[in-house]
């Protein structure tokens, strides 16, 4: 049976906090004030703190758990080739959303295993927030079988 195509279940859900948005922040070294300030984000037009886009991937890790469970990988193997992110709204403080992700494609070179990992964020009416796409390499051990 072909990996590419499935689709995983959602992920639990998950509560976009102030002190969430201002921890991953820090940890990123991105300062803008609307991450951290809510005067300055309502100065933007938010009711409240908002998260850097790529905090999304907070999310797609979370879910990418099920993919990897699933094909019996290992984190160890996993390289991290790209991702970017198509951005409905930023995430917001009050947000409680969800992640489900999809294997687009797989390709076999160079001894690993290419995933094309789709994951959709979306909060819990169904608001899409935003789309993550990203490419993992797993590597494989000599005597095992690509990823198919």
Do not use: N
């Amino acid at each position: 049976m072909s990996v590419a195509g499935r689709t995983y279940a959602r992920s639990s859900a998950y509560d976009v906090t102030r002190e969430k948005i201002r921890e991953f922040a820090a940890a990123v070294g991105d300062e803008h004030p609307a991450y951290i300030d809510p005067a300055a984000a309502r100065a933007l037009g938010y009711a409240d703190v908002i998260a850097p886009a790529t905090f999304a991937s907070v999310l797609t890790l979370g879910s990418w758990s099920e993919v990897m469970a699933d094909l019996s990988v290992d984190f160890a193997d996993v390289l991290h080739v790209d991702q970017r992110f198509v951005v409905s709204r930023p995430l917001r403080v009050g947000d409680t959303v969800r992640a489900q992700t999809v294997v687009d494609d797989v390709r076999h070179r160079m001894g690993a295993s290419w995933l094309t990992l789709r994951t959709e964020v979306a909060t819990e009416s169904d608001e899409h927030v935003c789309t993550s796409v990203a490419t993992i390499m797993v590597r494989l051990p000599a005597d095992d079988e690509p990823h198919r």
